[in-house]
């Protein structure tokens, strides 16, 4: 059974730090990009940030460039978003994806998914 599942999220002051986990079993998970998504209410999911999969190349969100950065543990099956000097709006429900083939910030074509996890910035 492929399965992503994040882990890590919570209530963090502005300005604060926090670290998000993504554990995939099910899948060769070395030969996936990973990326993060996140979505807030009402709304479609947005990039975040994503990595090849051998961890060698990543790309980010405009907004959260010099603020998070995404890396991957191969041997453990996880991919991590680190995220410093957090905002307000930064608060949404974080996803982690999985794709093969091309890395890219679209949505519709990551076709593994987590259950997502909320993070909420308090101002």
């Known amino acids: 059974q492929v399965q992503l599942v994040e882990a890590g999220g919570g209530l963090v002051q502005a300005g604060g730090s926090l670290s998000l986990s993504c554990t995939a079993s099910?899948?060769?998970?070395?030969?996936?990009?990973m990326a993060w998504f996140r979505q807030y209410p009402g709304k479609e999911r947005e990039f975040v940030a994503a990595i090849t999969w051998g961890g060698g190349s990543a790309i980010y969100a405009d907004s959260v460039k010099d603020r998070f950065a995404i890396s991957r543990d191969n041997p453990k099956n996880t991919v991590h978003l680190h995220m410093n000097n957090l905002r307000p709006d930064d608060t949404a429900v974080y996803y982690c994806a999985a794709k093969q083939r091309q890395l890219t910030r679209d949505a519709t074509l990551y076709n593994i998914w987590g259950q997502g996890t909320q993070v909420t910035v308090a101002s």
């Open positions: 099910g899948l060769p998970f070395s030969t996936y990009h």
